[in-house]
Every structure is written in C-alpha cells, then in structure tokens.
C-alpha cells in the first residue's frame, strides 16, 4: 500500500482542520491522536470541535477516503506535529510560568519509528525558540540510521522546518487558507519543501526564514497583542478610579490618526495570548520587562472584575437580604460568539463569585447547550431572555452578539455592569 502523503500528528484545534483542508486537496491524509474516542468520530465523519465548516470537510474527505484517524501512526512523505504546549506553573520558577515542550518529544519518538529517507518534519506547535532544533535532536537519538539537518545540512535525510499557525476560531478553515504562513526551515531546502507542502491549499504568501526567527515571530504576535490589551485594560482600572468613562474615553483618544487603543476586557483568555508571552519571559526574565508586566495586568484584571462586581452586590444587599439577589453572568467562552472556555477569565471569574457569594447566580452562555463542567451546579444555566426577567445584576463578561442590545431589553432598576463593551 502506498504511504500516506501527509501524516498530522495531533487532532485538536490546528491539527483537524489542518489535515481536513490537506485531505479536501486530494491529498491522502493520516490523521494520529492519542485519543481513540476522538479517532472514532473522525473516521464516523465527525467531528469532536466546534469550527463553522470543518464537519462538511471531514465527512466528504473520510467518505472519499482521503482522509482517516488513527492512534498507530504510518510511513507518510510528510509529517505535521500540532499538539499542545501548555505552561507549567510551579513556586520553584518565581512566579514565570514555563512552556511543557513534552507532548512535542512524545511526537517525535512517535512519527521516528516511521521514518524514512526523504521525510519532511514540520513543527506547528507554538515552541521557545530553540524548539525546532530540539525536535531534530530527539529525531537524531532515536533514529540513528538518518541524517538530519542539524548533522548533514542540505544534505540530510530528513528535513526539518516550523511553521506556526495564525488564526481565530470560528474562523480557522477561512484563515488557514488566506492568511500568510511564516515557513522557518533550519536549511533553506528544508524552507522549501515545505513552502510547497503548505501551497497545496494556502492562498496567502509563504514566506521563508530560519527556524528560530519563525518561532519568535509567532510569540511576539501575541506578545504584542497582549501588551495593547494591557494598556486598554490598565486604562479601564484607572479611569474608573477618575470617574471617566473609558470607553468614551478610547473612542475620543482613537481620532488621532495615529492611536489606536484596544477594548478593555475581562481579562484575556484563549491558548495563545495568555500564554505565548509567557515563552519570551521564560527564556529572559531580566529583559522581558514590558511582556512580564503585560502578562501581570491582564491576569489582574479578573480579580478586579470580581472586586467590582462584590462592591455592586454589597450596595444592594443594604436595600435587599443578600439571598434574595439574583446576579447573572453572561458570556463563559474567553472572546465574543464561540463556544471555546479555555483559559477563559469569564469561567474564573463565575466560579469565584458563586463559590464566594450567598446570591443566586444565574449563567448564560449562548453558544454552549448545556451547562459546562467547570460551572458549579448551584448556579442555573439558562437563556438570555430568562436572565433579564430574574436577575438583578447583570455582568457581562463576553462581548457575544446576543448582548448587543442588553439595555433596551432591561427595565430601569437592573444594574448592569459591561466589562466587555460600552
């Protein structure tokens, strides 16, 4: 049987909707995950994400058979790791978080007993610099028989390269497709045979450097991003402090030609603006002044919400017995009209004031069916329309669309408090 021409190594967020839009190309695509359940409903043609467009891809391409899951991978031309790296947390560190690059190794030991002359590794993964060249070593250990190009440059049996992805969910398949990708090789020929590899379905520009530029081109994206949602979160905290409307205050300040200030949030979720930073502080915390104290910020800030929220919920407990105060909380997922909670500052934000306050909490989450396990079960999950009727406070932690126009909807004596929107 013939090998596989691409092989995905990791089927989550990245790693499907990669492997799909390759499989929707007629390519012949092997999907490997450490899942079985996840495997099944993918070769059932479906899918274990929520991503507008991926479940048709899927079930055409696993219907024609150019696309099928797997927990054993197989010989391919080509290999894509996309698994996760998520951050350690440990008191040893002094409060810097650092980067696991472990299920990457798992990858590696796992695609090298497959292996062959004229493979091309690629890295997806959001890696420290420094990562790709790791990945060649652990390849090199455990497959002596080959040459890579940190051995044989040019030359070698395997080449190497990394290439982060950039996109949004709910709009992964769209910007997979049209968004510039970054190729960082560790030779240039290495660069190359991925630059075609990605050219079977990337519209964009395919844009070639070295693998550690790649890799830091990826972190200070978001690292720049957090940094600018910093300032607009810090200018919500201190303008609320002066008794200035920031949101007023933002639009009035964006009519320079020149300035362009974010939205403060509730804080920033997601797997990589909350985190990608902390992959440049960990390699130099002496330098990465701005970066560490951007990451500070915005990890502060949902702490502040709670405050906020506390203070609004004490004031009306002088007019009303505190259990008979019904607060709901809208939006879980950490940006506006997804369904996707991780790291997200709205579900730590629930669950500290229903673990801390003797309300009556009410949850609304439009883009989820039912109540999501980091929820307590105290709290009611219900609709939009059910919260306006009951809830005395209404927090609004997620900018969904649902909530555009919360204010018509309530009646006078309702607080509302918008940390996402003015």
């Known amino acids: 049987m013939k090998d596989y021409d691409i092989a995905v190594v990791g089927l989550g967020y990245i790693g499907l909707p990669t492997a799909a839009l390759f499989a929707s190309r007629g390519k012949k695509v092997l999907g490997i995950d450490i899942n079985q359940d996840v495997v099944d409903i993918i070769n059932n043609g479906g899918i274990h994400i929520i991503e507008p467009g991926l479940e048709s891809i899927v079930k055409t391409t696993t219907t024609n058979g150019f696309f099928r899951a797997s927990v054993v991978p197989q010989p391919a031309d080509v290999f894509i790791i996309a698994v996760p790296t998520p951050l350690i947390h440990n008191d040893a560190f002094e409060g810097t978080p650092k980067p696991d690059v472990s299920y990457i190794k798992s990858a590696a030991i796992t695609i090298s007993k497959v292996l062959k002359k004229g493979n091309l590794v690629i890295l997806e993964s959001t890696s420290p610099v420094g990562t790709t060249e790791k990945l ?72 070639s450097t070295n693998t550690q530029t790649a890799e830091m081109v990826k972190l200070a994206e978001n690292a720049s991003r957090d940094v600018g949602i910093a300032f607009a979160n810090e200018l919500s905290i201190l303008s609320d402090s002066l008794n200035v409307n920031v949101w007023e205050l933002i639009r009035l300040a964006n009519k320079h030609p020149r300035v362009n200030i974010l939205k403060p949030g509730s804080g920033v979720g997601g797997h990589c603006i909350g985190v990608d930073p902390w992959f440049i502080v960990s390699e130099n915390p002496s330098d990465a ?63 500290q004031l229903a673990a801390t306050s003797r309300c009556e909490f009410i949850i609304v989450e439009p883009n989820l069916a039912e109540r999501p396990i980091q929820i307590p079960t105290e709290a009611i999950f219900c609709d939009l329309d059910d919260a306006i009727l009951k809830a005395d406070i209404l927090v609004v932690l997620t900018n969904h669309v649902e909530f555009s126009d919360l204010k018509s909807s309530c009646h006078s004596s309702q607080i509302i408090l918008n940390f996402v929107d003015g």
């Not at 652990?138 to 950039?166: G, K, N, Q, Y």
């Not at 009306?316 to 997200?344: H, M, Y």
């Open 136 to 207: 060649a070593d652990w390849l090199a250990a455990e497959r002596t028989d080959l040459s890579f190009p940190h051995m044989a440059s040019e030359d070698s049996d395997v080449r190497i390269a990394f290439c982060p992805e950039r996109v949004l969910p709910s709009q992964v398949i769209k910007e997979l497709v049209e968004n510039d990708r970054i190729i960082g090789g560790m030779t240039d020929r290495c660069s190359a045979e991925a630059i075609a590899v990605y050219e079977t379905f990337v519209k964009g520009e395919c844009i």
């Open 289 to 351: 002044r701005i970066i560490r104290e951007a990451r500070h910020i915005n990890d502060s800030k949902p702490d502040w919400v709670i405050s906020k929220v506390s203070s609004e919920i004490k004031n009306l407990s002088e007019k009303k017995p505190i259990g008979d105060i019904v607060v709901a909380c809208l939006g879980l997922a950490f940006k506006p009209n997804i369904d996707d909670l991780r790291e997200s500052p709205a579900v730590y934000i629930t669950q």
